[in-house]
């Protein structure tokens, strides 16, 4: 998942993980991660908030991984308020954040020139 996610459109990492998943294949927050870092890379914030759903139906708790990747994806479709949302999302599910975390909501909002949040 991680090379095709990589080396050719994400959509391909998404229909991969979509297989797995039919094939009662039971993807791990990593295989999860892996896709949503490719969707950031290719702006597809719907396909994003997608896995993430089916991650959560899957029983699989998001990590600091998970939402940096859904802050990313939101600084790069220009989001910096969803990227927010994110980051309170994290830390009110007591996800212990980290330095990469917090450096993604500020370019973010540095890209969007909201430097006053």
Request: aromatic share 4%.
């Amino acid at each position: 998942i991680d090379a095709l996610g990589k080396s050719r459109p994400p959509k391909e990492a998404l229909h991969v993980l979509q297989e797995a998943r039919l094939a009662a294949v039971q993807p791990n927050a990593i295989c999860y991660n892996t896709v949503l870092s490719a969707c950031a890379k290719a702006k597809l914030l719907t396909e994003a908030e997608n896995v993430l759903k089916q991650m959560q139906a899957d029983q699989i708790d998001p990590d600091v991984h998970t939402y940096t990747n859904l802050i990313h994806v939101c600084a790069k479709v220009g989001q910096p308020g969803a990227a927010s949302a994110w980051m309170e999302r994290a830390k009110a599910s007591g996800t212990m954040l980290d330095i990469f975390c917090y450096n993604t909501l500020l370019s973010a909002h540095s890209k969007a020139r909201n430097l006053d949040r």
